[in-house]
C-alpha cells in the first residue's frame, strides 16, 4: 500500500533564512512525487514533481526538492523564506504502476514564516 | 496553465436535504476527475474517481449512495450529497489532469459544505 508521512505538523521559520518540509513515502514500486501548496480556505497548488531523471526537482516560487531513493524521501526546500510562504503544504505519491492516476496524500504541514 | 472550477464556493443546508457540487474543467477535457474530502487541519481523503460516461469507483469506507456521483461529460463531474447530516459537513475538492500532463492534478477551489 502507498503512503506518504510529513513526520512536522508545523515548520517555524524566520523571514530570509533556508525552510525545509520533510516527507518520505512508501510505495509497493516506483514513486511518482509531489508537493501541493493550500491557503486558507483554498484548493490546492501545484509546487512540483519528480518523475524521472535529476533527482533535484525545481518548482514555483523558488522551491525546489530531493528525491532521495535510498531514504525514501521528498522533502521540499526553499534557500530564503517569505511570509508569504507561510500556508499548509502537501506532499503526496502515486506508484508508477498504478494506472488509476490516483495521489494519496500525506497529513500536511503547517509553514509559519515570521518577519 | 489547467484551470478547474467548483462550484457553489460554499453551501449552508439543512438535514436531511440533498446538496450538488459541480467540477469543471475549464480549458481541457477530463475522463477522470476526483473527489477529496478535507476535514479542518487534516489532509484529503480520496473519495472516489469520477469516470466519464461509466460508474465512479469509490474508496473503501465511502458510502456510494449517500455521495454520488455523475461525470456526464468530458468537462463536468458532479457529486450529490444526499440526505445530508451536520456530520457531512467539510471542504470538498475536485482535481483533473488534463490528457496531455498525465503527472499534473489541478485542483478546484473547493466547496464548503455546512449541514445545520
Known amino acids: ?115 | 496553465g489547467a484551470v478547474v472550477s467548483q462550484h457553489p464556493s460554499w453551501v449552508i443546508c439543512k438535514s436531511g436535504t440533498s446538496v450538488k457540487i459541480e467540477c469543471r474543467s475549464l480549458d481541457f477535457q477530463a475522463t477522470t476527475m476526483f473527489w477529496y474530502r478535507q476535514f479542518p487541519k487534516q489532509s484529503l481523503m480520496l473519495m472516489a474517481t469520477s469516470n466519464e460516461g461509466s460508474k465512479a469507483t469509490y474508496e473503501q469506507g465511502v458510502e456510494k449512495d449517500k455521495f454520488l456521483i455523475n461525470h456526464a461529460s468530458l468537462t463536468l463531474s458532479t457529486l450529490t450529497v444526499t440526505s445530508a447530516h451536520p456530520e457531512d459537513s467539510s471542504f470538498y475538492i475536485c482535481s483533473a489532469h488534463p490528457p496531455s500532463l498525465v503527472h499534473e492534478q489541478y485542483f478546484g477551489p473547493g466547496t464548503r459544505l455546512t449541514v445545520t
Request: proline fraction near 5%; include cysteine; charge should be positive.
Open chain 1, 1 to 115: 500500500a502507498q503512503s506518504v508521512a510529513q513526520p512536522e505538523d508545523q515548520v517555524n521559520v524566520a523571514e530570509g533564512n533556508p525552510l525545509t518540509v520533510k516527507c518520505t513515502y512508501s510505495v509497493s514500486g516506483n514513486p511518482y512525487l509531489f508537493w501541493y501548496v493550500q491557503y486558507p480556505n483554498r484548493g490546492l497548488q501545484f509546487l512540483l514533481k519528480y518523475i524521472t531523471g535529476d533527482n533535484l526537482v525545481k518548482g514555483s516560487y523558488g522551491f525546489e526538492a530531493e528525491f532521495n531513493k535510498s531514504q525514501t524521501s521528498f522533502h521540499l526546500k526553499k534557500p530564503s523564506a517569505l511570509v508569504s510562504d507561510s500556508a499548509l503544504y502537501f506532499c503526496a505519491v502515486r506508484d508508477i504502476g498504478d494506472s488509476s492516476y490516483k495521489l494519496i496524500f500525506g497529513s500536511g504541514t503547517r509553514l509559519l514564516v515570521r518577519p
